[in-house]
């Protein structure tokens, strides 16, 4: 019933979608504003990106957004250190979102998640975030809290979290612009291992079930550059490119206790490890934060008008993990409607 209700939701945010592109020549973008705009702020976050835009265009502070994107960007809404701990990268979803700015810089966004279990997709899980975002003339900061609402079927795949909260200051006063960034994400969620053994020579199937806590820590450094540029497909319409490097430091917490336990010994114990590594790519749990992986990003938006296209690229490289398992590559793609 809670999907029932969440995919009429996003029907009607996508109907908003539909509407707003029949009236997108409406807005008329001055082009050499937003390039000036964005060129004091040099960063890569959407968000601010969208802010100078709406101001380029002499509307007022607040804005509805729409989007609608692909990304195999499965956990975190805006952490990608987080989504970087992705067991399986392989899988890609379709994410909805519709969020609300106002111009004093609070604002509260839904995010859907659906992709395929099976024969058909499913929407697996929705993350609400009420955010505050700062863009002063020296400084930009911000900070945001996520919660999941998530899919209670054992076939369907969610996000460990249950809620995530996010914040990030960077400096604006030099052509490379230094950042830093924290997150937290926590939850716990059911897992159910089907184990064989035999007994007797006769193999028997033992069902286990068990509750896995997880308690992820984030500490990102980073510096970054946008290069902008005007009417390079069509005339007023703008492209920005924002590379960035980063540090990325962690602390991770996680343990398995057992809801039905059938099976003791070491064997048992070794399945504990396994069930978390399902969907969390991690090696050991830890209690002090410790340097883990280099990560490049690049994002790359397009705006004419109202509408805008907006792609990005995560490369992760962790240097205590296993040799197959250093690498980890994010990417996302969306279209969107500004109002």
Request: net charge positive; proline share 3%.
């Amino acid at each position: 019933m809670r999907l029932n209700r969440l995919t009429i939701i996003f029907t009607f945010g996508f109907s908003l979608l539909c509407y707003n592109s029949l009236h997108a020549q409406e807005f008329k973008l001055d082009t050499a504003a937003l390039k000036k705009e964005l060129e004091a702020m040099d960063t890569g976050d959407i968000i601010a990106e969208l802010r100078a835009m709406m101001d380029s265009m002499g509307k007022p502070g607040s804005f509805v957004s729409v989007t609608a994107g692909m990304s195999n960007s499965l956990f975190s809404a805006r952490n990608n250190a987080f989504n970087a701990n992705q067991s399986n990268t392989a899988a890609t979803a379709f994410i909805p979102s519709v969020s609300y700015f106002h111009k004093s810089g609070f604002g509260i966004g839904a995010t859907g998640y659906m992709r395929s279990f099976g024969k058909s997709p499913v929407l697996y899980q929705t993350a609400i975030t009420p955010s505050f975002d700062h863009f002063g003339k020296k400084i930009l900061f911000g900070v945001s809290y996520s919660y999941y609402l998530r899919s209670t079927d054992p076939a369907v795949t969610t996000t460990p979290y249950s809620q995530e909260v996010y914040g990030y200051v960077q400096l604006r006063k030099t052509w490379l612009r230094p950042s830093i960034a924290a997150g937290w994400g926590g939850g716990n969620y059911k897992d159910v291992s089907i184990i064989p053994v035999k007994i007797s020579g006769n193999e028997i199937l033992i069902v286990d079930t068990a509750r896995v806590t997880l308690n992820d820590y984030s500490l990102i450094a980073s510096v970054s550059h946008n290069f902008n540029f005007k009417d390079l497909i069509s005339k007023e319409d703008i492209l920005t490119v924002s590379p960035q490097l980063s540090l990325i430091g962690g602390m991770q917490q996680y343990q398995s206790s057992t809801i039905s336990r059938r099976f003791f010994g070491e064997r048992f114990k070794e399945s504990e490890l396994a069930r978390i590594r399902k969907r969390y790519k991690t090696s050991s749990s830890s209690t002090n934060i410790s340097l883990e992986s280099a990560a490049f990003s690049l994002n790359l938006s397009l705006f004419k008008g109202a509408f805008s296209i907006n792609s990005g690229y995560f490369l992760g490289y962790y240097f205590n993990a296993a040799s197959d398992r250093r690498f980890s590559h994010i990417f996302n793609t969306g279209l969107g409607f500004t109002f």
